[in-house]
């Protein structure tokens, strides 16, 4: 017989079916048992009347909570039932895994115990929403790209050698040879743009070696990139990003906004396009006026994490914007492939976006010049000939471009109006978490 | 001015453009000078009558082939053009990038220097129409995960703990202890399963450390994972691929059948469901009465290569399919996670895809019962301990589940008729290749 889901039940009065799911409680009555079973899709109440088979009965008794199972039944109608109206009639029961009795721990738990035992964590109707959210955000994501003629590509994460600091790198021996893991797929979707793709985007792993042990930070993590060529400066890359953020940001509202409200408390506002943009040294300025000193680590025309939020929360007050852009990022504090600007080689044709006070992207457009690659990889100290390789990508017509990358937990945490990425990341990885 | 992609022009007579792509090739007459540029839609000539404008006609005998660059003219008719009946007086030249006048390979390069200028390598036609249907082929895999509720998971690459033998694993330092980069996502897929969602699947990077050289291993690649609850057997995980292989390649053979029989010269035949099944035992017996001496290396009850190509020639033959299951792999050649028949526990409830004579998919229905699981373990000699957290996911309810993988490179290879999967990787990795 095919399996019924919980949901479809109330269409199945008064028939036999099968269904398989997880025993929430149970109450053993003297002559009544009750069970409440989950799959997912909704809860039902299972009841059997022992003096009818007392084998059976002998059977419920020895159930834990949280087993699994399959019952065979018939569907009754009974008013007296709260959820649903109707209970099955247990016909047949088999049990596919029987629990352990005791959860290995409670309700209260720290995150640190819920992330040990991440699989019983993920348990909870909050956890499956978020990833059946993600799925959707994904898939809306694919959508946008698909409209726009975007073509996916799975770079390698295993490289001959770093394309930023080698200090954030993971290193590992590769057959003899030295290889590292890749902290973003940037030489690799700049290659597709040499190769010809036009517009490329990727969804995968990066690994970062920096011991980061801020709320916002991983070892590991899913980034969302996207390359596009043939622009004209890193307002067409701005342009890119607030058309899809509000294309998948509208989507996730349409279909989840309810759900989101409910389960998270957290309103999804669709962004209205432009966003905001702000030079940093208008940035700058403006956190000067309001008073704001960064503090003692911050590099110099660089912004620290309380001005993210001050200049979010200006944003919102100024523009009713939850996103804001700042542009042109000195030269000092960018990697060497960012295009300078041809009237002031000090500052990058670059940005950050901020999102509710956080930074969640970092974009530009890149510097496809071989000539001036080559100086600017000499001014930052780094070797010519270990990045020979990627130099070469431009030697032969590669045209301008430029792109952006989003992490997928950072955009999950903020949609749903989490404080931790740990907590919408199916198996974080931290310099202090290396399993389950 | 908008961009034109060079497909459009047709509708474009008699306006003014602005048209942006690489120089194909130059003819410089005596007072004309004939460019044919291509932007990946489609090719079109471009012409400049000297007299017309000295500087620009210097500016444009100064290009390089392959060089990117942006047009402003107008579109005019021309019936003496092959190429669409068109071309456009160029107004205005901006030179993007002018390439080396030289490419660094010639058109009878070996695979091997190709791959070292993979980036030139990828210009051609065919290269790029593998990336717009892998492209495609991953959405249409899509769909169908979305049509049937499946959640998409990014299961971490960084682990405490092989999840098979650790010769085949890249090891590293992280942080001070040791982490391996995984080899498949077996267990953290299975977790999906003990963590409630159901139906998962997958799309990420693996990583082996085995020196394999053989025309269809790669150490790093894109692999896709299925993991569904609830199963009663492996069939069940059988009918899902081949509904899923049937959607696929049916999409596939909808949108782009015709060019790939024009391109790749290659038949895209949908299957038709079911696909033959054979078990191990009766492939063994058909192969002994059909003549075949498995190889000398070949492990006892296993089947070699040459097995593969002779049983997908047989199923050919006998049913007109390009696929066939092989089943009921004895326990000695599968791992410890494979659940085994009841009435043999010899046999395990497994099965691989054969596709075209080679191997695409090894899938199986999992043990979930932890004390089988723990007895399978120390048979195969493991260490339970390093195991612990693994066992640990079906002690409190996980329900029965099979799953499968399924390499891209490798789907990619055998749909458009390569023999190679360097020849449809992005950016191939292998023990003597890890760069560009």
Redesign the interface.
């Known amino acids: 017989m095919e399996?019924t889901k919980i949901s479809e039940l109330p269409e199945r009065i008064g028939e036999k079916v099968r269904i398989?799911g997880?025993?929430e409680t149970i109450r053993n009555q003297k002559t009544m048992q009750f069970l409440i079973i989950k799959d997912?899709t909704g809860s039902v109440q299972a009841v059997h009347y022992k003096p009818s088979d007392p084998e059976l009965a002998a059977a419920i008794s020895s159930l834990t909570c949280?087993?699994?199972l399959?019952i065979h039944g018939t569907i009754v109608e009974n008013k007296a039932v709260k959820a649903g109206g109707l209970e099955i009639q247990i016909g047949e029961l088999e049990i596919?895994?029987?629990?352990?009795g005791q959860?290995p721990f409670s309700g209260d738990a720290s995150q640190p115990i819920r992330l040990d035992?991440?699989?019983?964590d993920?348990?909870s109707e909050q956890n499956?929403t978020i990833?059946?959210i993600?799925?959707f955000a994904?898939?809306a994501m694919?959508e946008f790209w698909?409209q726009e003629g975007?073509?996916?590509?799975?770079?390698?994460?295993?490289?001959?050698?770093a394309s930023e600091s080698a200090a954030e790198l993971?290193?590992?021996?590769?057959?003899g040879?030295g290889?590292f893991?890749a902290q973003s797929p940037q030489f690799?979707k700049q290659?597709?743009m040499?190769?010809?793709?036009?517009k490329i985007f990727e969804?995968?792993?990066v690994?970062r070696?920096d011991?980061s042990f801020t709320s916002h930070h991983a070892?590991?993590f899913?980034s969302i990139d996207m390359e596009i060529s043939?622009i004209k400066s890193h307002e067409d890359v701005m342009d890119l990003e607030e058309r899809w953020l509000n294309y998948v940001i509208g989507r996730i509202a349409e279909v989840y906004g309810k759900t989101i409200r409910e389960l998270f408390q957290t309103e999804v506002t669709v962004p209205t396009i432009p966003f905001p943009r702000i030079t940093m040294e208008k940035a700058q300025r403006l956190l000067k006026s309001l008073g704001h000193v960064p503090s003692a680590d911050t590099k110099p025309g660089d912004i620290d994490r309380e001005s993210e939020k001050i200049l979010s929360e200006w944003t919102k007050k100024e523009y009713g914007h939850e996103f804001v852009f700042v542009t042109e990022y000195p030269a000092s504090i960018r990697p060497f492939y960012h295009m300078r600007l041809a009237e002031n080689p000090e500052i990058t044709k670059s940005f950050d976006l901020l999102w509710k006070g956080l930074e969640v992207t970092t974009g530009a457009q890149r510097e496809?010049?071989p000539e001036i690659l080559r100086r600017q990889i000499a001014e930052k100290g780094l070797s010519a000939e270990a990045l020979k390789?990627?130099v070469?990508?431009?030697?032969?017509?590669?045209?301008?471009h430029g792109g952006l990358g989003f992490g997928?937990a950072r955009m999950m945490m903020l949609l749903l109006g989490f404080k931790n990425i740990k907590d919408v990341t199916?198996?974080f990885?931290g310099?202090?978490r290396?399993?389950?």
Chains 1, 2 share one sequence.
């Open positions: 399996r398989s997880w025993l997912g949280n087993s699994a399959t596919l895994n029987l629990a352990k959860l035992w991440r699989f019983i993920l348990w499956q990833f059946k993600q799925t994904e898939q694919r698909q975007f073509i996916e590509i799975h770079s390698p994460k295993l490289m001959s050698s993971f290193k590992l021996d590769y057959f040879s290889a893991l690799f290659m597709a040499a190769a010809r793709f036009g969804v995968g792993d690994f070696a011991p070892t590991e899913t043939f496809h010049r390789w990627y070469d990508f431009f030697e032969y017509g590669c045209p301008p997928l199916y198996l990885r310099p202090n290396l399993s389950p």
